[in-house]
């Protein structure tokens, strides 16, 4: 998105993301895990949403913000997906103490908007 159209976007915010929809699947069917069983993950996912392979291309800034409680997507895969945003001109990780996958915001409304307020201020004086 971003990468592709630099000058339409004056950043991003990604929440609770994973880095793969491979990823999510070992995540919640570990036996996706493991070399043999590997084989029919590929053929039931006909999606890839590798968010990995692309997020090392955008350039525009990108705010991440993740609950280390999500129950759903592992916080560690929005880490992985902020260390290869290696391009952004301006990189941003907002972890949210005891969040979980659907309150992030709600834990402590007043400075998760001024998180999401300070970086697109940021992001319009780029």
């Given at each position: 998105?971003?990468?592709?159209?630099?000058?339409?976007?004056?950043?991003?915010?990604?929440?609770?993301?994973?880095?793969?929809?491979?990823?999510?699947?070992?995540?919640?069917?570990?036996?996706?895990?493991?070399?043999?069983?590997?084989?029919?993950?590929?053929?039931?996912?006909?999606?890839?949403?590798?968010?990995?392979?692309?997020?090392?291309?955008i350039t525009i800034p990108i705010l991440y913000i993740t609950g280390q409680e999500d129950e759903i997507v592992p916080y560690t895969q929005t880490l992985k997906l902020h260390a290869l945003s290696t391009k952004s001109a301006l990189v941003e990780l907002y972890m949210v103490k005891d969040g979980s996958h659907m309150d992030t915001w709600f834990k402590d409304i007043s400075a998760y908007m001024e998180k999401v307020n300070n970086f697109m201020i940021k992001c319009i004086s780029i």
């Amino acid at each position: 998105m971003g990468h592709k159209a630099p000058d339409i976007f004056a950043g991003m915010i990604i929440e609770n993301t994973f880095t793969s929809i491979s990823d999510m699947a070992e995540e919640l069917f570990p036996i996706f895990k493991y070399r043999p069983i590997r084989v029919i993950k590929q053929i039931l996912l006909r999606i890839g949403w590798y968010s990995d392979q692309l997020v090392g291309d955008i350039t525009i800034p990108i705010l991440y913000i993740t609950g280390q409680e999500d129950e759903i997507v592992p916080y560690t895969q929005t880490l992985k997906l902020h260390a290869l945003s290696t391009k952004s001109a301006l990189v941003e990780l907002y972890m949210v103490k005891d969040g979980s996958h659907m309150d992030t915001w709600f834990k402590d409304i007043s400075a998760y908007m001024e998180k999401v307020n300070n970086f697109m201020i940021k992001c319009i004086s780029i």
